[in-house]
C-alpha cells in the first residue's frame, strides 16, 4: 500500500457506514495489511505490516521493520494533522485499565495490538486513530488505523 492507498482507506472507512453485525475481512495476499474488522461503532484496518520474526528475529532486522513503521506512521500523522489539527495522545493501557466497565470496540481490539494511539476529531461525531503495535514478538509490526463514534473513551 502507498501513502495515498492508506490515506484513501482512512477516508473510505471514515465515510463508510458502520455495519449492524460484526464483520472481518482477511487480506487479499498472505500479509496481515488490509485485514479488517467493523462493528456498530468501529472499523479498525491494518495498512501495513512487517515481516513476521518467526525465522529471524535479529536486531537488525526488526529495527529495519521498526523504522519503515515508524516512517510510515511520521507521513500519516503528518498528512491527518495538516487536515485535523494536532492530534490527542489516548494511552490505551491506563485509560482502559482497572476497574473499567468491559472496553468498547475498537479500542479493545487495539488494546491488544498497541499501548497508545494517536486521534483526530474530524467532525461528524467520528474519530480517527492511528497506533503502531505487534501482538507477539514473532509477529508482525502493524500500522493501525480506527474509526469510532464519538464519545472515544
Same mark, same amino acid.
Given at each position: 500500500m502507498t501513502?495515498?492507498?492508506r490515506l484513501a482507506t482512512i477516508d473510505?472507512?471514515?465515510?463508510?457506514p458502520f455495519p449492524i453485525e460484526e464483520e472481518r475481512a482477511a487480506p487479499a495476499s498472505e500479509t496481515w495489511e488490509g485485514y479488517r474488522s467493523s462493528g456498530q461503532r468501529s472499523h479498525l484496518c491494518f495498512l501495513m505490516a512487517s515481516q513476521d520474526f518467526w525465522d529471524d528475529r535479529s536486531?537488525?532486522?526488526?529495527?529495519?521493520a521498526e523504522?519503515?513503521?515508524?516512517?510510515?506512521?511520521e507521513a500519516l500523522v503528518t498528512a491527518?494533522? @495538516?487536515? /485535523?489539527?494536532?492530534?490527542?495522545?489516548?494511552?490505551l493501557w491506563r485509560d482502559l485499565g482497572g476497574?473499567? $466497565?468491559?472496553? +468498547?470496540?475498537?479500542m479493545n481490539e487495539l488494546s491488544q495490538?498497541?499501548?497508545?494511539? @494517536?486521534? /483526530?476529531?474530524?467532525?461528524?461525531?467520528?474519530?480517527?486513530?492511528?497506533?503502531?503495535?505487534?501482538?507477539? $514478538?514473532?509477529? +508482525?509490526i502493524l500500522l493501525?488505523?480506527?474509526?469510532?463514534e464519538t464519545p472515544l473513551l
Open positions: 501513502m495515498e492507498d473510505g472507512l471514515l465515510a463508510r536486531e537488525d532486522v526488526v529495527q529495519a523504522e519503515e513503521i515508524a516512517a510510515a506512521l491527518l494533522t @495538516s487536515r /485535523w489539527g494536532r492530534p490527542e495522545v489516548v494511552d476497574d473499567s $466497565p468491559p472496553v +468498547p470496540e475498537p495490538f498497541s499501548g497508545r494511539m @494517536s486521534v /483526530w476529531h474530524p467532525g461528524a461525531g467520528r474519530w480517527v486513530a492511528l497506533a503502531v503495535g505487534q501482538a507477539d $514478538p514473532e509477529f +508482525p493501525l488505523a480506527a474509526i469510532g
